[in-house]
Each structure stands twice: as C-alpha cells, then as structure tokens.
C-alpha cells in the first residue's frame, strides 16, 4: 500500500488514496472543489454510471480505479470503493473548519423519489430505508447500494440517512438516491462564507 499523503491544504481540499488487499485493489481521488469530472472504472458498469452521477452532482472531481474479484461477485469491490472514497472524503475535509456541515436533497428520477440527509459530524452513521422491487440492476445486486453507503459513511464520518418516498424502477430508485446523496454532500461540504473557519459545532471539534 502507498504511504499516506501529505494532509490538504487549506486551499484546496484534495486526498488521494490506495488500498490493495487480497481482494481489491483501488485508487482514488478526490478534490471537493472540481466541477464534476470523473474517471471511473472500477469493472462493474452500473457502479461506474452512478459514481460518475455522485462527482457530476456534488461538484467533486474523482477518478476511481479498481480491480477486483469480480469472478465472485461484485461485493468486495463495491464496499471497498465505498470504504475508499469515505477515507478519501474524511482526509479531504480535515477538521471540516467553515463548511455548512448538514446537507439535504430530495431528487426524483421519473416515478421514482429519493430524499438523502447528511450530517458531517464525524459520528459514523447509515439510516437506510430503501426498498427494491428487483434483486438486480443489470448485472449488479441492488442489496450493494447499502453496503456501498455504509462503507462510505463509516469511513467519512458521516451521519447518512437515505430514503425512498417513491419508485419501483430500480435503475431509477438508485440513481435517484446517488444523485440525492451527491447534493446533500455537496450543500454540507461547501465553505459556509459567515462561519469564517470555524468548525460548525458547539464542542469546538467534529468527532472521529
């Protein structure tokens, strides 16, 4: 595994990381403050598609490399992406001094309707309540978008609460929670211009 980079800079919140197990191997980065760019090919194509979503709409700019047992199936690499981008997430925002810290979206994707709330406090957290009408979206199973997330939130920090108010699409039902989950993170990780640096807590810190 590489050695840990260098922690951000106060101008640009940037983290890049590498993780190679017996399963997995990924690299990603990410910089809080692109304009949406990915490059993303992790070997599972819906997991590609929905990544791609999550940079476009939270103004992130992430490339995500992985190779992975996929010969088994698709759960090592899509948990150990997740498990990636939330320490790269967690390493980019530092003590999150200035940032709005809570962010909420509610995004539909035609029938379908998804409502995400994120809260930076460095207090790991998955509240999950998203039903799926088919075990799979093409190749993928739809029981990975959980795992997904609570491998992102617990390796960010986050308190994440995913829910979906309607839909039967699955392929719609998961984009719309990406994408939900992008604009929440996007709102809760931008400079908040009256904090002036403060950390948003009455502790004085986030946890974790």
């Known amino acids: 595994m590489d050695a840990s980079p260098p922690a951000p800079t106060a101008a640009r919140r940037r983290a890049e990381l590498h993780r190679a197990t017996a399963e997995t191997d990924i690299r990603i980065t990410l ?6 760019t990915a490059e993303v090919a992790t070997g599972i194509g819906f997991l590609d598609h929905m990544l791609t979503a999550l940079a476009r709409h939270a103004l992130f700019d992430l490339t995500v490399q992985a190779r992975g047992d996929l010969h088994i199936d698709f759960h090592h690499t899509t948990e150990d992406v997740g498990i990636v981008l939330g320490q790269c997430l967690r390493r980019a925002l530092g003590e999150r001094r200035g940032v709005r810290r809570f962010g909420h979206a509610v995004v539909p994707m035609d029938e379908a309707l998804a409502e995400c709330a994120v809260d930076l406090s460095g207090r790991p957290f998955l509240a999950w309540s998203v039903p799926f ?3 799979k979206v093409g190749e993928m199973d739809t029981e990975l978008f959980e795992e997904f997330f609570r491998a992102l939130a617990f390796n960010a920090g986050l ?9 039967g699409n699955a392929h719609h039902v998961a984009e719309a929670c990406f994408k939900a989950a992008a604009r929440a993170l996007r709102a809760a990780c931008e400079p908040d211009p009256r904090a002036a640096g403060a950390i948003p807590s009455t502790k004085g810190m986030l946890e974790g």
């Not at 910089?31 to 949406?36: I, K, V, Y």
């Not at 308190?159 to 839909?167: E, F």
């Open 31 to 36: 910089d809080l403050d692109g304009s949406g």
């Open 133 to 135: 009408a088919r075990d």
């Open 159 to 167: 308190t994440l609460h995913l829910a979906l108010k309607a839909g």
